[in-house]
């Protein structure tokens, strides 16, 4: 199923995942970086499982 959500692409649900990890990824660096001493990692991981899911959900 080909779904146009708020990625400017035409994308079925594997390109979405695709581009769900790796701007989890992106994420994850970032937090380890910038906010790992003042915020632990496990609110990273976990705001990074949601913006995959919401990637997939409505992208």
């Given amino acids: 199923m080909?779904?146009?959500g708020f990625i400017p692409l035409?994308?079925?649900w594997f390109d979405r995942l695709f581009i769900?990890?790796?701007s989890y990824i992106a994420l994850q660096l970032f937090w380890m970086r910038f906010l790992e001493s003042l915020i632990s990692i496990?609110?990273?991981?976990?705001i990074?499982?949601?913006?995959?899911?919401f990637v997939?959900?409505?992208g």
């Fill in 42 to 46: 496990n609110f990273g991981i976990g």
């Fill in 10 to 12: 035409k994308t079925n």
């Fill in 20 to 22: 769900g990890v790796i």
């Fill in 56 to 58: 997939i959900w409505k």
């Fill in 48 to 53: 990074g499982v949601m913006w995959i899911i």
């Fill in 2 to 4: 080909i779904n146009k």
